[in-house]
T-cell receptor, first 115, second 111 residues
Framework: DTGVSQNPRHKITKRGQNVTFRCDPISEHNRLYWYRQTLGQGPEFLTYFQNEAQLEKSRLLSDRFSAERPKGSFSTLEIQRTEQGDSAMYLC?????????????FGEGSRLTVL | KQEVTQIPAALSVPEGENLVLNCSFTDSAIYNLQWFRQDPGKGLTSLLLIQSSQREQTSGRLNASLDKSSGRSTLYIAASQPGDSATYLCAVRGGNNRLAFGKGNQVVVIP
């Protein structure tokens, strides 16, 4: 069990560019979550997948954000036309598909800096 | 909407002292509560998970209690060490399948 893996760990981009982050969850974890964390704040929920189905999206996820999990394994989070306010740590987490009592495991995060 | 508050926001203690970190939440209808540790610029490491039916969980020097009816949890860290310096985050899972986080307790253990 290698844990939740996220790539890239750091991304610096210019305003207006598109960026994509990848998350590889723990194997056999059907549920996958994306959170965003800004400095001094706790993580905020963005979206959640059960297998390949995106079941819930936060209002924080504007139309510039899109997340996919095409085969129910890894997931990607794309941000189009980045803005400086998108600068944050993007965290991915996964847990098994049991009842709502499962422990959530997080990756190391992908830090985005928009210049 | 679930609101999670962590007090104090930051604290410094001398090495060897016990740490007491508090978490409160507004909606007691939770499935579980999870405590995490976060080092600067890093992801979250799960420390303890307490199910809604449990009163406490222990792992080594860590002990977390849960009083669901009053919306409170406390994380105790015994005999603190400089390596315990980090931010500790409390999160609760409700019926909406998402974790609601507090802003964290930033801890510095002074050698």
């Amino acid at each position: 069990d290698t844990g939740v893996s996220q790539n890239p760990r750091h991304k610096i981009t210019k305003r207006g560019q598109n960026v994509t982050f990848r998350c590889d969850p723990i194997s056999e974890h059907n549920r996958l979550y994306w959170y965003r964390q800004t400095l001094g704040q706790g993580p905020e929920f963005l979206t959640y997948f059960q297998n390949e189905a995106q079941l819930e999206k936060s209002r924080l996820l504007s139309d510039r954000f899109s997340a996919e999990r095409p085969k129910g394994s890894f997931s990607t989070l794309e941000i189009q036309r980045t803005e400086q306010g998108d600068s944050a740590m993007y965290l991915c987490a996964s847990r098994p598909d049991r009842q709502n009592t499962g422990e959530l495991f997080f990756g190391e995060g992908s830090r985005l800096t928009v210049l | 909407k679930q609101e999670v508050t962590q007090i104090p926001a930051a604290l410094s203690v001398p090495e060897g002292e016990n740490l007491v970190l508090n978490c409160s939440f507004t909606d007691s209808a939770i499935y579980n509560l999870q405590w995490f540790r976060q080092d600067p610029g890093k992801g979250l490491t799960s420390l303890l998970l307490i199910q809604s039916s449990q009163r406490e969980q222990t792992s080594g020097r860590l002990n977390a209690s849960l009083d669901k009816s009053s919306g409170r949890s406390t994380l105790y860290i015994a005999a603190s060490q400089p390596g315990d310096s980090a931010t500790y985050l409390c999160a609760v899972r409700g019926g909406n399948n998402r974790l609601a986080f507090g802003k964290g307790n930033q801890v510095v253990v002074i050698p």
